[in-house]
């Protein structure tokens, strides 16, 4: 198989996890305000100290030692 081939096949199953992660976040944040009772506030606030290892997460793609694009 074509490396470049492996490589998409790779980023597209990723992509889809990291939206079945962003789906799941928005259910459990809907479940925190509504059956928890959660302020919204306070889940901003949260939302907010989590956005920084989000972020280290995603911006560290592209770093593997096998990544044939450099």
Do not use: W
């Amino acid at each position: 198989m074509n490396p470049r081939g492996h490589h998409a096949e790779r980023q597209g199953k990723r992509r889809l996890a990291v939206g079945a992660y962003i789906v799941l976040i928005f259910i459990a944040a809907l479940a925190a305000v509504f059956v928890f009772k959660v302020p919204s506030g306070t889940l901003f606030y949260v939302g907010l100290i989590a956005i920084c290892p989000l972020m280290h997460l995603f911006m560290g793609h592209g770093h593997d030692p096998d990544d044939s694009s450099r």
